[in-house]
């Protein structure tokens, strides 16, 4: 279990925050500290005699309706917290959470923006990630935090396309031997220059990092299975591109095979306390905080259930283009099946719509029209707990038309195909849009409207040399 009592670095006025919120509240402190806590632990941080972890930080700011910064902050004048029905008083110019870091004492902010920086990253804002890291200075820095600093540095700069910059960043950490006894992060950063080199066409070089990676979690020497699922669907990718069908279905195994990481999370957080011990006595730190107090365990966990549906569905369109379709066919059924025990509802989606266009093409058309349906059930816009994603919804239309077009059920088909058309026109979805007329074409063709089906066909190789010159 994560220790709560393990300080952090200079929390400012924390514990006079803490007071003065749970007080306004009237909250008392035994009310406050269960289950997690003591009553004597938060007397002792309330009285500043103590100072709290971050994650102990972050239980006691959600318990009492507040923000983990809010209790960090040196409150202006006045502040009253919140009112007697909870509801924050905020200051009229409430303070970022750059300059909140940058005003905390010389040595609070490294492992702050460290830490929120990564953060940022698991919440796609590789702009406040960069900002955070921006903060620090990195020859001040020890060398844990000099190369955790490079590693975030580097995948902001993924996150935002910038394949050159990585490369600057990363090329010589991997020689320098002052990192040398840091092998999870090295293989960390191994990985984010991998994707460096397949974007500027070093394929060879990717190809090495990729499976030096592989290796490395293989082994043993990375052990966080969240960090594992990422790399073998990142490598399944790599090879799928670059057409090596059957090393990456291999891949896309591997990836699967660590369904059960996701799916129980009470083991997940036993490896990363195992993973935690391990770092503190091989004298990391950081990284021993990261795996005891991580507060983005959760969106990892999602990230992970979304890259395992993913990989399920992949694989079985890789069989498809394999010209194995009974594997395909078992596959996708099964991948349908993980999606709805996994809770991934867009990726169950996108299994019904890979199964259903499998089975047109079989012209098995009663059941690619019901598995077609009950997707549209899913994310038909509108409905209440329905995915909300009309990009997603315009695929599948154009998928149902086809149906109704192979059913010869031609008015249904027409109507179905311009819904579809309207909804990717809205929305500048250009790959789905091409499709999406050809598709239509085919109807109008069939119905002896040639002038609109070669207008159609027309569009759709535009909007295809679009594409290919962005």
């Given at each position: 279990?994560?220790?709560y009592?393990?300080t952090?670095?200079?929390?400012?006025?924390?514990?006079?925050?803490?007071?003065?919120?749970r007080r306004?509240l009237?909250?008392t402190?035994?009310q406050?500290?269960?289950?997690?806590?003591?009553?004597?632990?938060i007397s002792?941080?309330e009285?500043?005699?103590?100072?709290?972890s971050?994650?102990?930080?972050?239980?006691?700011a959600?318990?009492?309706g507040?923000?983990?910064a809010?209790l960090l902050?040196?409150?202006?004048g006045?502040y009253?917290g919140p009112d007697e029905y909870?509801?924050e008083?905020t200051?009229?110019a409430?303070?970022?959470?750059?300059?909140?870091i940058?005003?905390?004492r010389s040595a609070y902010p490294?492992?702050?923006?460290?830490?929120?920086a990564?953060?940022a990253l698991?919440q796609?804002e590789?702009q406040?990630?960069e900002e955070?890291?921006h903060?620090?200075t990195?020859?001040t820095?020890?060398s844990?935090?000099?190369?955790?600093?490079s590693?975030l540095l580097a995948?902001a700069?993924?996150a935002?396309?910038?394949p050159?910059?990585v490369?600057s960043?990363l090329d010589?950490v991997?020689?320098?031997?002052?990192?040398?006894s840091?092998?999870?992060l090295?293989e960390?950063c191994?990985?984010v220059l991998a994707?460096?080199?397949?974007q500027?066409?070093?394929l060879l070089?990717?190809?090495?990092?990729f499976?030096?990676?592989?290796?490395?979690v293989q082994?043993?020497a990375?052990?966080?299975?969240?960090f594992?699922i990422?790399?073998y669907?990142e490598?399944a990718?790599?090879?799928?591109?670059?057409?090596?069908r059957?090393?990456?279905a291999?891949?896309y195994?591997?990836?699967?095979d660590?369904?059960?990481v996701v799916?129980q999370?009470t083991k997940?957080?036993?490896t990363?306390?195992h993973?935690?011990?391990g770092?503190?006595?091989g004298?990391?730190p950081?990284l021993s905080d990261?795996y005891t107090?991580?507060?983005?365990?959760l969106?990892e966990v999602?990230e992970?259930r979304?890259?395992i549906a993913?990989?399920a569905?992949?694989l079985?369109?890789?069989?498809?283009e394999?010209?194995d379709a009974?594997?395909?066919e078992?596959?996708?059924r099964?991948?349908?099946?993980?999606?709805?025990?996994?809770?991934?509802?867009?990726?169950a989606?996108?299994?019904?719509?890979a199964?259903a266009?499998l089975?047109?093409?079989?012209?098995?058309l009663?059941?690619?029209e019901?598995?077609?349906l009950?997707?549209?059930?899913?994310?038909r816009?509108?409905?209440?707990?329905?995915v909300?994603?009309?990009?997603?919804?315009g695929?599948?239309l154009?998928t149902l038309?086809?149906?109704y077009?192979?059913m010869?059920?031609?008015?249904?088909?027409?109507q179905t195909?311009?819904?579809?058309?309207d909804?990717l026109?809205?929305?500048?979805a250009?790959?789905?849009?091409?499709?999406?007329?050809y598709?239509?074409?085919e109807l109008?063709?069939?119905r002896?409207?040639f002038?609109?089906?070669?207008?159609l066909v027309k569009q759709?190789?535009l909007l295809?040399q679009?594409?290919?010159?962005?």
């Amino acid at each position: 279990m994560p220790n709560y009592q393990e300080t952090a670095p200079s929390m400012g006025p924390v514990g006079t925050n803490i007071y003065r919120v749970r007080r306004k509240l009237r909250i008392t402190q035994k009310q406050l500290a269960a289950p997690e806590f003591s009553i004597s632990y938060i007397s002792a941080i309330e009285r500043g005699r103590i100072r709290p972890s971050l994650k102990a930080l972050d239980i006691l700011a959600r318990r009492m309706g507040v923000s983990s910064a809010e209790l960090l902050a040196d409150l202006p004048g006045g502040y009253e917290g919140p009112d007697e029905y909870g509801a924050e008083r905020t200051p009229a110019a409430p303070l970022s959470l750059v300059q909140l870091i940058s005003q905390r004492r010389s040595a609070y902010p490294v492992p702050l923006a460290l830490s929120w920086a990564s953060i940022a990253l698991d919440q796609q804002e590789p702009q406040l990630a960069e900002e955070l890291l921006h903060l620090l200075t990195p020859s001040t820095l020890t060398s844990e935090q000099r190369l955790l600093y490079s590693y975030l540095l580097a995948r902001a700069y993924q996150a935002t396309g910038r394949p050159g910059e990585v490369r600057s960043e990363l090329d010589a950490v991997l020689h320098q031997d002052e990192f040398s006894s840091y092998k999870e992060l090295l293989e960390r950063c191994r990985f984010v220059l991998a994707w460096a080199y397949e974007q500027q066409g070093k394929l060879l070089e990717a190809a090495d990092a990729f499976t030096a990676t592989v290796q490395a979690v293989q082994r043993g020497a990375v052990g966080d299975p969240l960090f594992a699922i990422e790399v073998y669907a990142e490598v399944a990718e790599h090879y799928r591109r670059r057409e090596r069908r059957d090393i990456a279905a291999e891949y896309y195994q591997h990836t699967l095979d660590q369904l059960e990481v996701v799916v129980q999370p009470t083991k997940l957080a036993a490896t990363s306390e195992h993973l935690a011990q391990g770092h503190l006595e091989g004298g990391r730190p950081l990284l021993s905080d990261w795996y005891t107090g991580r507060s983005r365990a959760l969106l990892e966990v999602a990230e992970g259930r979304h890259r395992i549906a993913q990989a399920a569905i992949q694989l079985g369109t890789l069989h498809q283009e394999m010209n194995d379709a009974a594997e395909a066919e078992r596959q996708l059924r099964l991948s349908i099946d993980l999606c709805e025990r996994l809770g991934t509802r867009h990726q169950a989606i996108l299994a019904r719509m890979a199964l259903a266009d499998l089975l047109l093409e079989r012209q098995e058309l009663p059941q690619a029209e019901s598995l077609t349906l009950e997707a549209e059930a899913l994310c038909r816009p509108g409905e209440d707990a329905a995915v909300q994603d009309e990009v997603l919804y315009g695929r599948l239309l154009v998928t149902l038309g086809s149906i109704y077009k192979a059913m010869n059920r031609l008015d249904e088909a027409d109507q179905t195909f311009r819904r579809a058309i309207d909804l990717l026109k809205a929305h500048d979805a250009t790959e789905y849009l091409s499709r999406a007329y050809y598709r239509y074409s085919e109807l109008l063709h069939q119905r002896n409207q040639f002038a609109e089906s070669y207008e159609l066909v027309k569009q759709a190789y535009l909007l295809g040399q679009r594409k290919h010159e962005d």
